[in-house]
Nanobody, 124 residues
Framework: QVQLVESGGGLVQAGGSLRLSCAAS????????MGWFRQTPGKAREFVAT????????DYRDSVKGRFTISRDRAKNTVHLQMNSLKPEDTAAYYC?????????????????WGHGTQVTVSS
């Protein structure tokens, strides 16, 4: 059974940093692209960052470029999202996802497995 478990969320002041982690099990981690998405109440889930199977290729939504960094640890089957210079508009539930496609993807429909999410709240 595939499991994706996020951790690292919390409350932080604007300008602060958080590091989200997602531990994957039940799948061949090295064969999956991984992504981070976020969602606020009443809104659709939106793409944040993605990394391909090898970790060489990444992509980000424009509003987080230069502030967020996605990485993966193949030895630990873990993907991270380092979030710096956080803004109140980054407040959301953040979800980790795994895609059978080895390349990066910004579309939720390309992801087969999802975690339960971790809340990030940025105060002004």
């Amino acid at each position: 059974q595939v499991q994706l478990v996020e951790s690292g969320g919390g409350l932080v002041q604007a300008g602060g940093s958080l590091r989200l982690s997602c531990a994957a099990s039940g799948l061949t981690f090295s064969r999956y692209a991984m992504g981070w998405f976020r969602q606020t109440p009443g809104k659709a889930r939106e793409f944040v960052a993605t990394i391909n199977w090898s970790g060489i290729s990444t992509d980000y939504r424009d509003s987080v470029k230069g502030r967020f960094t996605i990485s993966r640890d193949r030895a630990k089957n873990t993907v991270h999202l380092q979030m710096n210079s956080l803004k109140p508009e980054d407040t959301a539930a953040y979800y980790c996802a795994a895609s059978r496609a080895s390349g990066t993807s910004t579309y939720t429909s390309n992801y087969s497995y999802w975690g339960h999410g971790t809340q990030v709240t940025v105060s002004s």
